[in-house]
């Protein structure tokens, strides 16, 4: 009688990562070297941003993806910060929108130009002001526009709204010691965080409550990690009590024990977990490691599943993660990281293998836009929604981007609201103007502006058809000439 090992089923066992040609690489950039376990680098369809070396305050390079090769010393840097920048976040509702946290105790806001930047910017369009020691943690509301969540070294957690520069929350009271990370739930009306005191926290961030901890989620002394998964539940990463990393996954509901817990290696750098939700796959990028670890989570036993491991030569100083509507849906990309060397930056696309050239729906369900599902007041009235989801098939074209401007009011996509100005913030508000405010006047101006290029369209081919009756008589003139007939 033969015995067969069964494989478990999934169109992810063979995911495999291929790092770019040289030429694809962002050469000769010093990234920089602050001691903070961050990713240095974020990415959005348009733009990849990361955090460099700066004599004399905090600066990130921001770069058009397109800008590959080697990148000039003297290429303007966003370097309005007075100390080291230690975190960086791209707005999901706007490409050319990043929000960046510093040494200097400040979280500034910033409106890229739309084609990269021709000179250093120095000038956000707002700055928030609330926090007393450093901020290393910047991540935007994944649903609401112009949410912004912010952690400093105080130990505190404070929540914008940056269209009106003001606070909205100020939880001070959750975290008895240094905040590693935090991470929004699928539609933002929780958040988890993981501290210091190796406690992983759910908290309702409107009402300032902690909804559940779980004490030592990881024994060890190291520093910890915990995101949020879309069915809600917390995957984690961390330190054994004998410095092991490890994995682990968490029901909300009962936090007593992990529903899975795994132990890696015995490297001493942090593990970073990029998710992605359409695919149900979590990347473990370890700081200073030369190698990125797969894991598929499913909901049978034993949960997290090994999927791979990409390898490389050179060890990570940061990463970053494109989201999914820029990668290439053609090719059978399902992630693209931007690895960080200490001079370049190289991107890794992870691919499953497919013989056909048709679009995979089984890759590539619907995902997250860049549309807000709502606006910054809708949310604090106490307000949820899931993301707006849209299609990949048709290799997603974005729409135009709004602006983010400075106003007396909240223009940001309903000038009807009134902003109140706080003592906290260097302006009183800030605004992105919608692209499609104005609806009502959409029809009437598109049928004007059709009517015009249709004139312009006749005109021409009236004079086209003139000049080519001007041409063939020249021709015939030039030719009796050449005949001696003229």
Same mark, same amino acid.
């Given at each position: =009688?033969?015995?067969?090992?069964?494989?478990?089923?999934?169109?992810?066992?063979?995911?495999?990562?291929?790092?770019?040609?040289?030429?694809?690489?962002?050469?000769?950039?010093?990234?920089?070297?602050?001691?903070?376990?961050?990713?240095?680098?974020?990415?959005?369809?348009?733009?990849?941003?990361?955090?460099?070396?700066?004599? +004399?305050?905090?600066?990130?390079?921001?770069?058009?993806?397109?800008?590959?090769?080697?990148?000039?010393?003297?290429?303007?840097?966003?370097? +309005?910060?007075?100390?080291?920048?230690?975190?960086?976040?791209?707005?999901?509702? /706007?490409?050319?929108?990043?929000?960046?946290?510093?040494?200097?105790?400040?979280?500034?806001?910033?409106?890229?130009?739309?084609?990269?930047?021709?000179?250093?910017?120095?000038?956000?369009?707002?700055?928030?002001?609330?926090?007393?020691?450093?901020?290393?943690?910047?991540?935007?509301?994944?649903?609401?526009?112009?949410?912004?969540?912010?952690?400093?070294?105080?130990?505190?957690?404070?929540?914008?709204?940056?269209?009106?520069?003001?606070?909205?929350?100020?939880?001070?009271?959750?975290?008895?010691?240094?905040?590693? /990370?935090?991470?929004?739930?699928?539609?933002?009306?929780?958040?988890?965080?993981?501290?210091?005191?190796?406690?992983?926290?759910?908290?309702?961030?409107?009402?300032?409550?902690?909804?559940?901890?779980?004490?030592?989620?990881?024994?060890?002394?190291?520093?910890?990690?915990?995101?949020?998964?879309?069915?809600?539940?917390?995957?984690?990463?961390?330190?054994?009590? =004998?410095?092991?990393?490890?994995?682990? %996954?968490?029901?909300?509901?009962?936090?007593?024990?992990? =529903?899975?817990?795994?132990?890696?290696?015995?490297?001493?750098?942090?593990? %970073?977990?990029?998710?992605?939700?359409?695919?149900?796959?979590?990347?473990?990028?370890?700081?200073?490691?030369?190698?990125?670890?797969?894991?598929?989570?499913?909901?049978?036993?034993?949960?997290?599943?090994?999927?791979?491991?990409?390898?490389?030569?050179?060890?990570?100083?940061?990463?970053?993660? =494109?989201?999914?509507?820029?990668?290439?849906?053609?090719?059978?990309?399902?992630?693209?990281?931007?690895?960080?060397?200490?001079?370049?930056?190289?991107?890794?696309?992870?691919?499953?293998?497919?013989?056909?050239?048709?679009?995979?729906?089984?890759?590539?369900?619907?995902?997250?836009?860049?549309?807000?599902?709502?606006?910054?007041?809708?949310?604090?009235?106490?307000?949820?929604?899931?993301?707006?989801?849209?299609?990949?098939?048709?290799?997603?074209?974005?729409?135009?981007?709004?602006?983010?401007?400075?106003?007396?009011? /909240?223009?940001?996509?309903?000038?009807?609201?009134?902003?109140?100005?706080?003592?906290?913030?260097?302006?009183?508000?800030?605004?992105?103007?919608?692209?499609?405010?104005?609806?009502?006047?959409?029809?009437?101006?598109?049928?004007?502006?059709?009517?015009?290029?249709?004139?312009?369209?006749?005109?021409?081919?009236?004079?086209?058809?003139?000049?080519?009756?001007?041409?063939?008589?020249?021709?015939?003139? %030039?030719?009796?000439?050449?005949?001696?007939?003229?």
């Amino acid at each position: =009688m033969s015995f067969r090992k069964v494989v478990r089923q999934s169109k992810f066992r063979h995911v495999f990562g291929q790092p770019v040609k040289n030429d694809q690489c962002y050469e000769d950039i010093r990234v920089s070297r602050v001691t903070w376990d961050s990713t240095f680098c974020a990415v959005n369809p348009k733009f990849l941003a990361v955090i460099v070396e700066a004599s +004399g305050g905090g600066a990130f390079l921001v770069l058009p993806l397109n800008k590959t090769g080697r990148i000039d010393k003297a290429y303007p840097t966003v370097c +309005g910060h007075t100390g080291p920048v230690l975190d960086i976040d791209w707005c999901p509702h /706007n490409d050319e929108v990043i929000a960046s946290g510093s040494e200097d105790c400040t979280v500034m806001v910033w409106q890229i130009p739309e084609n990269g930047l021709a000179s250093p910017l120095t000038e956000p369009v707002v700055v928030l002001e609330g926090h007393t020691k450093r901020v290393g943690i910047v991540t935007w509301h994944p649903t609401a526009r112009n949410v912004l969540l912010s952690a400093g070294c105080d130990n505190v957690v404070l929540i914008w709204n940056v269209g009106t520069a003001e606070e909205l929350y100020r939880l001070d009271t959750l975290h008895p010691d240094l905040i590693y /990370n935090v991470s929004w739930n699928r539609n933002g009306s929780l958040f988890c965080s993981a501290c210091k005191d190796k406690s992983v926290r759910i908290i309702d961030p409107r009402r300032g409550t902690l909804v559940a901890e779980r004490e030592k989620a990881h024994e060890g002394a190291r520093p910890m990690r915990a995101i949020f998964l879309a069915d809600g539940k917390v995957f984690t990463t961390g330190f054994s009590r =004998m410095s092991e990393r490890q994995l682990a %996954l968490w029901d909300p509901e009962n936090l007593e024990e992990p =529903m899975a817990l795994q132990e890696l290696d015995s490297s001493n750098g942090a593990l %970073l977990p990029f998710y992605d939700p359409d695919t149900s796959v979590v990347y473990v990028c370890g700081k200073g490691d030369s190698s990125i670890r797969y894991f598929e989570i499913t909901d049978e036993s034993p949960y997290i599943h090994f999927l791979n491991t990409f390898t490389s030569k050179e060890p990570q100083r940061g990463m970053g993660s =494109m989201p999914k509507r820029g990668l290439e849906v053609s090719k059978c990309e399902i992630a693209r990281f931007y690895k960080l060397h200490e001079r370049k930056c190289e991107p890794i696309v992870m691919t499953v293998p497919r013989k056909s050239d048709l679009f995979q729906d089984d890759l590539y369900p619907d995902t997250v836009g860049p549309e807000a599902a709502l606006e910054a007041e809708e949310w604090v009235s106490g307000r949820d929604a899931d993301p707006i989801l849209i299609s990949l098939r048709e290799a997603y074209v974005p729409s135009k981007q709004r602006d983010l401007k400075v106003s007396r009011r /909240n223009v940001l996509s309903d000038s009807r609201l009134a902003s109140s100005t706080r003592p906290g913030s260097s302006i009183s508000a800030v605004a992105i103007a919608d692209a499609t405010s104005g609806g009502s006047l959409v029809g009437a101006g598109e049928a004007g502006k059709l009517e015009e290029v249709m004139q312009e369209l006749r005109a021409l081919r009236a004079m086209v058809k003139e000049q080519g009756e001007r041409i063939c008589r020249l021709e015939e003139q %030039l030719g009796r000439m050449e005949n001696g007939d003229a």
